[in-house]
């Protein structure tokens, strides 16, 4: 069982590039989010999904795009890359709905991306 | 807004015990999380606990909650070179798409 797959791993962008980052998920789980990790510090929600076709903006969203068009993907869009994106990507998947509660996320490997 | 606090750093000796603290400022939380983060590698789930429990024991590991205080610990016994680690808590309230604040995360060094 995968669970949370991401793509790429690691990536160098030129600044002004765009790029996709993949995000993919077999466990059959409604809600997604992206998360960035900078050193030192905690995971930063940028913007999360509870289904397909439905997408919110978390914490940190400015410069990023995503889109849910069906339940296992979720990718995250990098239009115009800036210096200050440069930092470690991370995917999450919680099975969401019915009853609330007890919704551990489950996590990706990262995509660790420098912007030069 | 929510608000999770960890300090950065703590080393053991390997088999003693390790408390990794954590202090949130949501007092609507419901679950209370600790993840384990290994070099290279995404966030694990290590245990959790309930709002409304004080204390819960999965082998070695004790997640203490003290909810006055909106304090909570990770007491993992024994430790061991592979525990070696970065831990996170994590705090999450039902019914906001399941949405997790985290902190900072402690690196847990042990040492032999």
């Known amino acids: 069982n995968a669970g949370v797959t991401q793509t790429p791993k690691f990536r160098i962008l030129k600044i002004g590039q765009s790029m996709t980052l993949q995000c993919t998920q077999d466990?059959?789980?409604?809600?997604m989010y992206w998360y960035r990790q900078d050193p030192g510090m905690g995971l930063k929600l940028i913007y999360y999904?509870?289904?397909?076709?439905?997408?919110d903006k978390g914490e940190v969203p400015n410069g990023y795009n995503v889109s849910r068009s069906t339940t296992e993907d979720f990718p995250l869009r990098l239009e115009l890359a800036a210096p200050s994106q440069t930092s470690v990507y991370f995917c999450?998947?919680?099975?969401?709905?019915?009853?609330?509660?007890?919704?551990?996320?489950?996590f990706g490997d990262g995509t660790r991306l420098s912007i030069l | 807004g929510e608000d999770v606090e960890q300090s950065l750093f703590l080393s053991v000796r390997e088999g003693d015990s390790s408390v990794i603290n954590c202090t949130y400022t949501d007092s609507s939380s419901t679950y209370l999380y600790w993840y384990k983060q290994e070099p290279g590698a995404g966030l694990q789930l290590l245990t959790y606990i309930f709002s409304n429990m004080d204390m819960k024991q999965d082998q070695r590991l004790t997640v203490l909650l003290n909810k006055k205080d909106k304090h909570l610990s990770l007491r993992i016994a024994d430790t061991q070179t592979g525990d070696s680690a970065i831990y996170f808590c994590a705090d999450g309230e039902d019914g906001t798409a399941s949405k997790l604040t985290f902190g900072t995360g402690t690196r847990l060094q042990v040492t032999l």
């Open positions: 999450a998947s919680s099975p969401g709905g019915g009853q609330g509660g007890w919704q551990p996320q489950h």
């Open positions: 466990m059959n789980h409604n809600y």
């Open positions: 999904s509870v289904g397909a076709g439905i997408t």
